[in-house]
């Protein structure tokens, strides 16, 4: 069974900045894509960006330019850089990995709370 942990979150001023980090533990890293999801209160999840296994990476229109997700596979963990943020970014946000390498496999962390509030 495949963990993931996120840790970073917390409540920062709008135009501020936060580092989200998700360690996942499996010693097959490298096969799993990887992405970031959140859910804002009434609001459906929604994906926030991806990074496949061999790195190509995709962002959701809202965040493009100010969000940078990551991964470091020798230390199985996943970023999420997050700079200029709004009142609209608060949200739980919560990492995924998945993979279709011998079968599907989908695995999510417990999520992290982040409030942008002056």
């Known amino acids: 069974q495949v963990q993931l942990v996120e840790s970073g979150g917390g409540l920062v001023q709008p135009g501020g900045s936060l580092r989200l980090s998700c360690a996942v533990s499996?010693?097959?890293?490298?096969?799993?894509?990887a992405g970031w999801y959140r859910q804002a209160p009434g609001k459906e999840r929604e994906r926030v960006a991806r990074?496949?296994?061999?790195?190509?990476?995709v962002y959701a229109d809202s965040v493009k330019g100010r969000f940078s997700i990551s991964r470091d596979d020798r230390r199985n963990m996943v970023y999420l850089q997050m700079n200029s943020l709004k009142p609209e970014d608060t949200a739980i946000y919560y990492c995924?990995?998945?993979?279709?390498?011998?079968?599907?496999?989908?695995?999510w962390g417990q999520g992290t709370q982040v409030t942008v509030s002056s």
């Open positions: 995924k990995v998945w993979t279709n390498y011998g079968g599907t496999y989908e695995y």
């Open positions: 499996t010693s097959r890293f490298g096969i799993f894509n």
């Open positions: 990074i496949s296994a061999g790195s190509q990476i």
